[in-house]
């Protein structure tokens, strides 16, 4: 155990980034497909070929997951990622040919000081996300940079640099469960301008600085604070947290549902606030088992419930826990250079 979403049997990851445009693309692949479901809770997600991901829809199982900045250019990552794995014979058969399966979440981060000549009229030339998709699902394995790296290069929140996170856990039947996220809020993961982050009551060791709870939790920290000079800036779609949950438990498609679900109180638990009309606040969940294994019970399922909910709230710290500021002129500070090692 790694403490990554790698931990889980079958899951392997892959990142590419553009340190000029501060922005870059991350790529969960699944040695074999996974059945998936997901869940939106957030007012304005940034989303493709979702909609298959609901219980009642035919292709249950996918071949890898796209988490990518750019806002709705980044959707172009998916496509890098079909490429890749069209290269390798992979896909859901229709007749003779094979068509990949991969659904993908952007967050924005088009004004966070990078060369954004792609979103302006700037330049003819094609958006560089297809590219980043296809180099990070050729990169995928089992080792991971987290914090300023892939998607989370250029995420930020409102007092700090975000960044991308994972953790995992062994659940008592044995069944692995992980999370990796991108941290792109609106709101504050650390309570107010303390170093303290709201996940610390589920800290395992010292993973985002072991420093705990503060003696009391004083009023200002319950005050909210949002990303934007301006509070009007409050409504600027320049948000989201996009997630995934990956378990070798077997799942239904509904109970891939049912996880995405409870994982985004890992959101509440670490983010204030959560699930705001400007987040996209997306979390999949995907399971590895082999498709004879028989889903979990009803007992199993909900103790694999709420251990989701725990490793993605510690994966939000720890993103941005290691995060690293942006080397440009009024970029955030990030956790490190505010509160010290």
Not at 196 to 218: D, L, R, T
Request: hydrophobic share 45%; glycine share 12%.
């Amino acid at each position: 155990m790694r403490n990554l979403i790698t931990d889980v049997p079958g899951v392997y990851f892959g990142q590419a980034d553009n340190h000029a445009i501060a922005s870059g693309v991350s790529v969960v692949l699944f040695e074999t497909p996974a059945i998936a479901s997901i869940s939106i809770m957030g007012g304005a997600p940034g989303t493709r070929d979702t909609a298959l991901l609901e219980p009642e829809m035919t292709v249950e199982r996918i071949d890898a997951i796209a988490l990518s900045g750019g806002s709705a250019f980044g959707l172009d990552a998916a496509g890098g990622v079909m490429a890749g794995l069209a290269q390798k014979g992979r896909g859901f058969q229709v007749g003779a040919v094979r068509v990949p399966i991969v659904p993908q979440a952007i967050i924005f981060d088009l004004l966070n000081g990078g060369d954004k000549s792609f979103a302006n009229g700037q330049t003819t030339s094609f958006h560089p996300y297809f590219d980043m998709g296809l180099r990070a699902t050729k990169r995928a394995g089992k080792d991971m940079q987290l914090g300023s790296h892939g998607a989370g290069i250029g995420a930020t929140l409102a007092d700090l640099k975000g960044g991308i996170g994972s953790t995992s856990a062994r659940l008592p039947n044995g069944f692995t469960v992980g999370a990796v996220v991108v941290v792109n809020a609106v709101g504050q993961v650390t309570m107010g301008q303390s170093r303290h982050f709201w996940a610390a009551p589920y800290e395992q060791g010292k993973e985002f600085g072991g420093h705990g709870m503060p003696a009391s939790i004083a009023p200002a920290m319950l005050v909210p604070q949002f990303k934007g000079r301006e509070p009007t800036d409050r409504f600027i779609g320049q948000n989201t947290t996009i997630a995934a949950i990956a378990t070798d438990a077997p799942l239904t498609k509904a109970q891939c549902k049912r996880v995405a679900h409870a994982a985004q109180d890992g959101l509440g638990r670490a983010i204030r606030p959560a699930h705001s009309p400007m987040d996209g606040d997306i979390v999949f969940a995907a399971s590895t088992a082999k498709p004879d294994e028989a889903p979990l019970d009803a007992a199993s399922l909900a103790d694999l419930c709420s251990s989701a909910a725990d490793v993605l709230a510690r994966a939000i710290a720890r993103g941005v826990y290691l995060a690293r500021a942006l080397p440009f002129g009024h970029a955030l500070t990030d956790y490190h250079s505010r509160f010290g090692p």
